[in-house]
């Protein structure tokens, strides 16, 4: 299994930015996909953008052009840059990480979760 330490969060006003970071100790040769979720009050979990192995990535489309995540492998590290900040985007960030395929047994892991305010 993976452990996720995330680290990042904060209070930015509109049009801001932030940097979050999400590093993983463990059963790193196992890890195959790494995002970022989040979860406004009320609303349901959703993805925010993901990144595999071979660094390929998937934004919601409410974020595409805003937000840029990237990993470094040799520091088993996954971030999320967040430029153009909005209020909306307000929520707890949550970093995942799943289990290359074929390794068994198949895992899902969830980081702690990060505050992430936009106010003015």
């Known amino acids: 299994q993976v452990q996720l330490v995330e680290s990042g969060g904060g209070l930015v006003q509109p049009g801001g930015s932030l940097r979050l970071s999400c590093a993983a100790s463990?059963?790193?040769?196992?890890?195959?996909?790494m995002g970022w979720y989040r979860q406004a009050p009320g609303k349901q979990r959703e993805l925010v953008a993901a990144i595999t192995s071979g660094g390929s990535t998937d934004y919601a489309a409410s974020v595409e052009g805003r937000f840029t995540i990237s990993r470094d492998n040799a520091r088993n590290t996954v971030y999320l840059q967040m430029n153009n900040l909005k209020p909306e985007d307000t929520a707890v960030y949550y970093c995942n990480v799943r289990s290359r395929p074929g390794w068994r047994p198949a895992y899902v892991n969830w980081g702690q979760g990060t505050q992430v305010t936009v106010s003015s």
């Open positions: 463990g059963s790193i040769s196992s890890i195959g996909t």
